[in-house]
């Protein structure tokens, strides 16, 4: 579920893309499972959604009526799950779910791909992630051309430049793989722009920005690893189910979920998190906060892109890199999580979930494109 039409919280509306490949096509609602529509993000457990439970919410009239058809358990699931969405945990700004604007989107049937939304407004939001609300090495002036190491900064933020930068570069990774080549007869044709990659990546083209580029792209796609690899636990335990309503599909859904972290566990991993924030307790507190809020802001300049497809893609891949981080800094409550019985101290809704294993997807799927990439320049040559 997502809002694709919050409003830009930095500057004035410029309008939204007119290009037909901008539109996103929401879900229609017969081809919604029962198990999302019940109305919570934490509700992807079979118990959550009693059907009984969702009758009497429906039926009751006043709040106490509803409080009273809750066991005590789910009360007190209820009251954590809120405690916690109201911390200070989070690093991206998540969707309001209820909100009437909130829809349902298929990813599938609006693949990310290059839609002709470019020029000032494109510009200015990535301007604006580099600009403002990045962690910038001082030698760097022009936003979109670090050509200087980062030198002067801490290794906090050097990191957290380098993940910005790996998503610029895989966005327009698949940009380059999924380019309007050409329309003939009404019918699009898709496909890879050997001219455009070596215009965003080639090292002559870039000046050497290309290739640091991609060296931080495979950066950020160890930080998503680890992160898939850290909160497998939360997903090992029988109370987490992945509710939908078609029992099935659920428990085929967890059993892959479940594959894909035994394949992370099996990766030599080459970034240790535990490096992060471990100076100073105060300066460390400090400096881990500054950190969220910076990736908060960002995941908010998503909602100034005038494309609602390029919105989509960009507030999936942030959250999901939020998410990635947000478990990253939670390997303590992670742990000790109990087995049978609701969360207590970490959580994530239904949207993170998604956004977490579609952004790692992407990342994935950028490393192929890039793979295929260098084939096609080699053919060329």
């Not at 790996?166 to 329309?183: D, K, P, R, T």
Request: net charge positive.
């Amino acid at each position: 579920m997502v809002n694709l039409k919050r409003p830009c919280p930095f500057w004035a509306d410029d309008g939204h893309c007119s290009i037909k490949d901008c539109h996103v096509e929401p879900c229609p609602e017969s081809k919604i499972p029962v198990g999302i529509k019940a109305g919570s993000s934490n509700k992807y457990s079979k118990a959550a959604n009693n059907s009984k439970e969702l009758e009497d919410c429906e039926q009751a009239n006043k709040l106490g009526a509803v409080n009273s058809t809750l066991s005590n358990q789910s009360k007190e699931a209820f009251i954590d799950w809120a405690r916690y969405d109201d911390s200070q945990d989070h690093f991206c700004e998540l969707d309001d779910e209820r909100s009437p604007d909130a829809q349902y989107v298929d990813l599938l049937l609006n693949p990310e791909r290059y839609t002709g939304y470019k020029g000032p407004s494109a510009w200015r939001v990535w301007n604006s992630i580099y600009e403002e609300n990045c962690f910038k090495p001082r030698s760097v002036y022009r936003p979109l051309n670090p050509l200087a190491p980062s030198r002067g900064l801490c290794l906090e933020k050097r990191v957290f430049y380098k993940l910005i930068s790996g998503l610029h570069a895989s966005i327009n990774l698949h940009l380059c793989a999924n380019y309007l080549l050409e329309e003939t007869w009404g019918k699009p044709c898709w496909g890879p722009n050997v001219k455009e990659f070596t215009r965003r990546f080639d090292p002559v083209e870039t000046k050497g920005e290309g290739p640091r580029r991609l060296k931080n792209l495979y950066f950020l796609y160890l930080i998503e690893l680890r992160a898939l690899s850290k909160v497998a636990p939360y997903f090992e335990r029988s109370v987490v189910d992945l509710y939908t309503g078609n029992g099935h599909e659920d428990a085929e859904s967890k059993a892959l979920l479940l594959d894909i972290f035994r394949d992370t566990k099996s990766f030599h991993m080459h970034f240790d998190e535990k490096s992060m924030f471990a100076g100073d307790k105060k300066g460390a507190k400090s400096l881990k906060e500054e950190f969220r809020l910076h990736f908060k802001n960002i995941s908010r300049i998503m909602d100034c892109v005038g494309c609602d497809k390029c919105r989509l893609w960009g507030k999936l891949q942030t959250q999901g890199l939020g998410t990635a981080l947000k478990i990253l800094f939670s390997e303590k409550e992670i742990q000790s999580l109990p087995e049978n019985s609701p969360s207590k101290g970490f959580q994530l809704t239904r949207q993170e979930i998604v956004a977490l294993v579609n952004a790692f997807g992407r990342l994935s799927t950028s490393i192929k494109e890039l793979q295929n990439f260098k084939v096609l320049l080699q053919q060329t040559r």
